[in-house]
């Protein structure tokens, strides 16, 4: 067997957000989640690892993000834009914060779907 049809093994990594900056936190688990501490990586394969998150309310916004940064969603109607503001989307579900924010660092391809959901939150 060929090392391309090898079966890639999976670690789990336990990350305590305990007064971490978000975006530092972020990044870590997206290159968890990519797997580009591994050997074997290759963009275009998946190798990545599977990351757990504790304590996700105690992680540290700086600045005024809280009530500055917006996140967006559209129902798809004419006029249908929502916008919450990221201290109300923390105080509601403070995880989702986290998951947009590593989204947005995975790449923009068929791997994404898959990596994040890699990503459990408590």
């Known amino acids: ?11 789990t990594y336990m990350i305590d957000a ?3 900056a978000l975006g530092r936190l972020a990044v870590e688990a997206a ?10 990586f290759e963009m275009y394969k998946d190798v990545g690892d599977f ?13 005024k993000k809280p009530e500055q940064k917006k996140y967006y969603r559209h129902s798809g109607y004419l006029g249908g834009l929502k916008e919450k503001p990221m201290g109300v989307l923390f105080a509601e579900r403070p995880g989702e914060v986290l998951r947009k924010a590593v ?12 990596q994040i959901n890699r990503l459990t939150i408590e």
Do not use: C, Y
């Open 1 to 11: 067997m060929n090392s391309s049809m090898r079966q890639t093994e999976r670690k």
């Open 18 to 20: 305990t007064d971490r």
């Open 31 to 40: 290159l968890l989640l990519r797997g580009k501490n591994k050997a074997e």
């Open 51 to 63: 990351v757990t998150v504790k304590n996700i309310g105690q992680v540290k916004i700086s600045g």
């Open 103 to 114: 989204w947005g660092m995975l790449p923009k391809n068929k791997l994404r779907p898959e």
